[in-house]
């Protein structure tokens, strides 16, 4: 079986994070796509982020309807004990003792999240644990991909190509290291949109569907720091309590990486 973890703070899912899913499970053939929300990540320690409760319920109904997208618990509050964080080569890791001899393990990431990836926690080794599926993102080009690589593995031109047009497609194979790139997925929208385009009290259903344009206009998410971030209904109150959320709703870590 072909499966991808698809990690993300997800706050909030949106139709461009669905496009990728789909657009890769195409493509690669793969019979799960896992969206993974982060309890903890790593590289948004410092702006406040929405309760995982709340963004595991939005992850959960931006997947219904497609039986190959799938909410993950893979880096709930429960697993990140160790390092405080949710580091992705942990959850490989752990992922992958689940997984048959047969199966395929990718890793679908979108450009803006690669070009980040030598400050990740132990890149290297992630990427010898795992292939990875890179999806253009608009604005971000696809030929910086090789340029973005730890330097231990990068190739001696990846510098040089990264300032050539057109964009590249296909496979990156290096000693330690497999990047299928996926062009073609052109979504604009972004989480960060989204969260500004709630405060103003504006219609959510094109940037991320129906179910979680109820369910945000339902919890009154993103109207701002008093209200928007809060666990107002009975059942999300459930959630927070299982998922061992701070007071608030929010969950903060004053940890550094
Ligand atoms: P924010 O605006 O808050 O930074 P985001 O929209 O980038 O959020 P994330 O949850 O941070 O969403 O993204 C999870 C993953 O999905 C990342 O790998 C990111 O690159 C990818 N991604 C998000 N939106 C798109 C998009 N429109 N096209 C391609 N990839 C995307």
Not at 79 to 101: C, I, M, Q
Not at 106 to 132: K, S
Request: hydrophobic share 40%; with cysteine.
């Amino acid at each position: 079986m072909n499966v991808a973890l698809f990690g993300g703070t997800f706050d909030p899912v949106h139709l461009g994070h669905v496009a990728v899913a789909r657009a890769a499970a195409e493509r690669f053939k793969l019979h799960c796509v896992y969206f993974v929300p982060a309890h903890v990540p790593p590289h948004k320690l410092a702006q406040p982020i929405t309760a995982f409760g709340h963004r595991y319920a939005m992850v959960t109904l931006a997947t219904i309807g497609d039986r190959r997208l799938v909410p993950s618990l893979l880096e709930s509050p429960e697993h990140h004990a160790e390092h405080g964080v949710n580091y992705s080569l942990d959850s490989v890791r752990r992922f992958k003792r689940g997984l048959d001899k047969g199966d395929r393990l990718y890793f679908l990431i979108g450009i803006d999240a690669f070009l980040e990836i030598g400050a990740w926690h132990e890149p290297e080794a992630l990427l010898r644990e795992v292939e990875f599926i890179v999806v253009g993102r608009p604005g971000f080009s696809l030929a910086e991909v090789g340029a973005a690589l730890p330097e231990s593995l990068r190739p001696p031109a990846a510098a040089a190509e990264s300032k050539r047009k057109p964009p590249a497609t296909g496979d990156i194979v290096l000693p330690g290291a497999a990047i299928h790139l996926l062009k073609g997925v052109a979504e604009k929208v972004s989480a960060t949109q989204i969260r500004d385009t709630a405060k103003d009290g504006r219609r959510l259903e094109k940037l991320v569907g129906p179910l979680v344009a109820e369910y945000i206009r339902k919890e009154e998410l993103y109207r701002g720091e008093a209200t928007g971030r809060s666990m107002k209904s009975a059942s999300a109150r459930r959630a927070a309590s299982h998922f061992q959320l701070l007071p608030g709703g929010k969950t903060r870590s004053s940890r550094q990486v």
